[in-house]
């Protein structure tokens, strides 16, 4: 069997350090924030080539965050893409903003940058690219239609740690940045957690107020705030992941440069890297037609495959009430019923890129006849 993940080995990989800074957090006691927090809040910052980090307990809890600092509310429209993992627009929901979408560009699938300015009203307030599958959106034109309309940019770097757009990390691209330690995301808390990261004192302080029920000094509640607060065992367990976080995603970036050498075929479309960025590859996506029959085939196989997304936002049961419809963005759409998603992680096997292209590819050609 080939997993999709496999976390187990990376553990046993790392397994003492672990240990011993889940034993500190236990002797310390300090299970919510406390010291832990605080260095990882520091040290993956700097990873980030950002100036603050604030820890909380999810990335959604990190998006719903940085849109408040935002100013964001009822009344307000956040434009973002409906190719993308669920959380990105509850977050925008829960703030009581209306989520606009522009589809994705077709090589990427990151936000389509020509679309943004017909969806601009007077309602916008914040543009919320995603990096999708980690690869960057393309951040400068974004950015340079923000400034000139004086909308704020928030980056959802869930699945994007140590991506690079033109040599910057992001996160560090747009005012703020969001990133998710759920466990299966490239760095990954034995358990939820997130993170806002901000060159931007005043929504620091902020978030900081936010994630701890709004309060400004002990007892004394500045804002109407959330019980969003990291455990002081993912920020203890997150710091010593860190540190391997850059061999991990070299790994993942060979396991796709190999992936991609041996999936040459006019009916797979590999991932793309644009000239402007660096992929993290949290997922390795592949497209093809007949993609169902493929995924039957790999699960007769023994590979586990997943699907990023099987249903795109704005066709979700639960946001229909958005009012959009089959038809209204064509690209993702088409990504959606297209996607399959290769088993990805630092510790795969040559031998298993292997026997998992050569499944893909066999059951291409049986298909055909
Ligand atoms: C995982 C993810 C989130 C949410 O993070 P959680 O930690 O699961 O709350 C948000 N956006 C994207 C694109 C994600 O992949």
């Known amino acids: 069997m080939i997993p999709f993940i496999d976390l187990k080995t990376q553990y046993h ?27 990882f809040e520091k040290e993956f910052t700097a990873y980030c080539h950002a100036g603050n980090g604030i820890g909380v307990n999810s990335g ?25 993992f669920i959380a990105t627009v509850a977050a925008i929901c829960y703030t009581g903003a209306k989520p606009v979408f522009v589809d994705v560009e077709p090589r990427t699938l990151t ?17 919320l690219p995603v990096h999708l599958y980690g690869h960057p959106a393309d ?10 309309h004086n909308l704020i940019v928030i980056e959802d770097a869930a699945q ?5 757009y033109r040599g910057r990390r992001v996160g560090s691209l747009g005012e703020m940045g969001c990133f998710s330690f759920y466990p299966g995301k490239n760095l990954g808390a034995y358990g939820e957690g997130g993170m806002v990261v901000t060159d931007n ?5 902020k978030i900081r107020m936010l994630r701890d029920w709004g309060q400004e000094s002990k007892g004394r509640h500045l804002l109407k705030g959330y019980n969003y607060r990291m455990e002081g065992l993912q920020g203890a367990i997150l710091r010593v992941k860190l540190r391997y976080l850059k061999e991990w995603t070299e790994a993942r970036r060979s396991h796709a440069d190999l992936y991609s050498k041996l999936l040459v075929d006019n009916n797979i479309q590999t991932p793309l890297s644009m000239p ?5 590859y949290h997922i390795y996506a592949i497209r093809l037609r007949r993609r169902d029959a493929v995924v039957r085939a790999l699960r007769e196989d023994g590979i586990q495959c997943g699907i990023h997304y099987p249903i795109p936002v704005h066709l979700q049961p639960a946001h229909l009430d958005l009012g959009y419809r089959a038809g209204d963005f064509p690209v993702s759409e088409q990504a959606a019923a297209s996607e399959l998603s290769l088993p990805m992680f630092a510790e795969l096997q040559e031998s298993q890129i292997k026997e998992v292209a050569r499944s893909v590819r066999t059951a291409l050609s049986t298909e055909e006849v």
């Open 13 to 39: 990989g790392i397994k003492e350090e672990i240990d011993a800074a889940i034993e500190r957090v236990l002797e310390s006691s300090q299970f919510a924030l406390g010291a832990e927090v605080a260095a």
């Open 60 to 84: 959604t809890s990190a998006l719903h965050l940085a849109l408040l600092a935002a100013g964001v509310g009822p009344g307000d429209e956040v434009i973002t893409v409906p190719f993308t």
């Open 111 to 127: 936000m389509d940058v020509g679309r943004i300015e017909e969806a601009i009203t007077e309602r916008t307030k914040v543009v």
């Open 139 to 148: 951040m400068d034109p974004i950015l340079d239609i923000a400034a000139r």
């Open 160 to 164: 994007a740690h140590g991506a690079e």
């Open 201 to 205: 004192r005043d929504f620091e302080s």
């Open 276 to 280: 402007y960025g660096r992929h993290a």
